[in-house]
């Protein structure tokens, strides 16, 4: 199974933010980083931050598997 991640150190700001988020959809995962932009880091949930935001996600297969 695919997951997508995103990964705030990828993106050096003035908060020095390290969270790393995943999820099973880009649309999942692109909510959540919403929300902790917009009430951690008060970021504006504009379109244009939306858009930079998928930019950023990427696909991740994890590597463990469950037996």
């Known amino acids: 199974m695919e997951r ?3 990964n705030y ?4 700001s003035d908060a ?11 649309d999942e995962l692109l ?3 919403i929300q902790h932009a917009t009430t951690v880091h008060e970021t504006e ?3 244009e931050f939306r858009e930079l935001i998928v930019k950023g996600i990427q ?3 994890p590597s463990f ?3």
Not at 9 to 12: L, T, V
Not at 18 to 23: N, P, V, Y
């Open 45 to 47: 949930d504009t379109p």
């Open 59 to 61: 696909d991740m297969t």
């Open 4 to 6: 997508y991640f995103i």
């Open 9 to 12: 150190s990828d993106y050096p």
């Open 65 to 67: 598997s469950v037996s």
């Open 31 to 33: 909510e959540a980083v």
């Open 16 to 26: 020095k933010c390290t969270l790393a988020l995943s999820a099973d959809t880009r």
